[in-house]
């Protein structure tokens, strides 16, 4: 228990950081930032200097507590694995001290590629996901929760490991995709749009079909038993 207050309190701290970094740019910001950008880079929302440097990372705090508070909640959490404990208990921060100051130093004109690293920072994540998805055991926060894949062990692990291979084959191809796209980034819309549904799509069906084999070869088994 103590040991999971820490977590929480280090990584909302982690969290927070680029508020620093925001306090010490503050002059040199303009009063509106922009907070999202289009598939070819041009800014689409702007919002006042003080949401990026303060809101943006108490957000972000907040999510980390949320997404902790699942974890550790979780009865079945001793299945999920170290590493892939600490992925998901440093997920949030990361994307926080990422984030934050690439909107900070994009507002100040430093030239950054912020759909570049995006798609970059969107593939690293796949690829770390998915090298430790098949590592991962049955549990109600991490992995895919589908209803047969929660009550059969088997189809749990199965499906796990297909999306493994999914997963980090995706984080691959944003990648690529992202390098590819460099010069007119609208390219990139429909493969990522493309590859999600079917890094998504695929280990359903895999899984919902194991199911389905697994119902039928039990209902045969009933019928001869009778």
Not at 3 to 24: D, Y
Not at 60 to 86: C, E, H, Q, W
Not at 189 to 198: A, D, G, R
């Amino acid at each position: 228990m103590k040991n999971n207050i820490f977590i929480k309190a280090l990584t909302s701290v982690v969290c927070l950081l680029p508020i620093f970094l925001g306090l010490a740019v503050y002059n040199d910001l303009p009063e509106n930032v922009a907070m999202q950008w289009g598939f070819d880079g041009s800014p689409n929302w702007f919002a006042p200097k003080e949401i990026a440097i303060f809101a943006m990372p108490i957000i972000f705090a907040v999510l980390n507590i949320f997404v902790l508070t699942i974890l550790y909640s979780d009865p079945k959490r001793g299945n999920v694995s170290k590493k892939m404990r600490t992925i998901s208990q440093w997920i949030v921060p990361f994307i926080s001290i990422l984030i934050v100051p690439v909107i900070l130093f994009k507002a100040m004109d430093v030239g950054l590629p912020v759909t570049l690293i995006v798609f970059i920072l969107l593939g690293v994540i796949f690829i770390i996901i998915g090298n430790y998805l098949p590592k991962c055991k049955q549990n109600y926060t991490v992995g895919l929760r589908f209803p047969w894949t929660l009550n059969d062990s088997e189809n749990w692990n199965k499906t796990h490991r297909l999306a493994g291979y999914l997963w980090t084959f995706g984080g691959i191809m944003f990648i690529i995709f992202a390098f590819l796209s460099l010069k007119n980034y609208v390219w990139i819309f429909l493969p990522f749009l493309i590859l999600v549904l079917l890094i998504i799509t695929i280990p359903a069906l895999y899984s919902y079909s194991l199911y389905k084999k697994s119902t039928n070869k039990t209902n045969n088994q009933g019928d001869l038993n009778k």
